[in-house]
């Protein structure tokens, strides 16, 4: 059965930066694309960044891309996203999320998802 879980999250300060980490388990994940979503108190779910698990190719949210980057450890099967310059409008619970293919921005087309990692960033 396929499995992620998140770790990483904890209580910042603005300005700060954070990586958050996702293991991924429990089957192949090429052709596959993973992403990180967030979803903030009173806000709809937002997607922040996808990588292809075979390629590595990337793309981001265009308001996070200057500040996030979303990586991983092919053979570890570890998924990442390094935050920086952290601001309390990124306060949110962090998913880590799978889809097969290249499943973009919308969080129905991915098939699997963590329990979420929560982040909280103070002023």
């Known amino acids: 059965q396929v499995q992620l879980e998140e770790s990483g999250g904890g209580l910042v300060q603005d300005g700060d930066s954070l990586t958050l980490s996702c293991a991924v388990s429990?089957?192949?994940?090429?052709?596959?694309?993973m992403a990180w979503f967030r979803q903030a108190p009173g806000k709809d779910r937002e997607f922040v960044a996808q990588i292809r698990w075979s390629t590595g190719f990337t793309f981001y949210s265009d308001s996070l891309k200057d500040r996030f980057i979303i990586f991983r450890e092919y053979a570890k099967n570890m998924l990442y996203l390094q935050m920086n310059n952290l601001k309390p409008e990124d306060t949110a619970i962090y998913y880590c999320?799978?889809?097969?293919?290249?499943?973009?921005?919308?969080?129905?087309?991915?098939?699997?998802w963590g329990q979420g990692t929560q982040v909280a960033v103070s002023s």
């Open positions: 999320a799978a889809g097969s293919g290249m499943p973009g921005s919308d969080g129905r087309r991915y098939a699997y």
């Open positions: 429990g089957g192949s994940f090429t052709g596959y694309g």
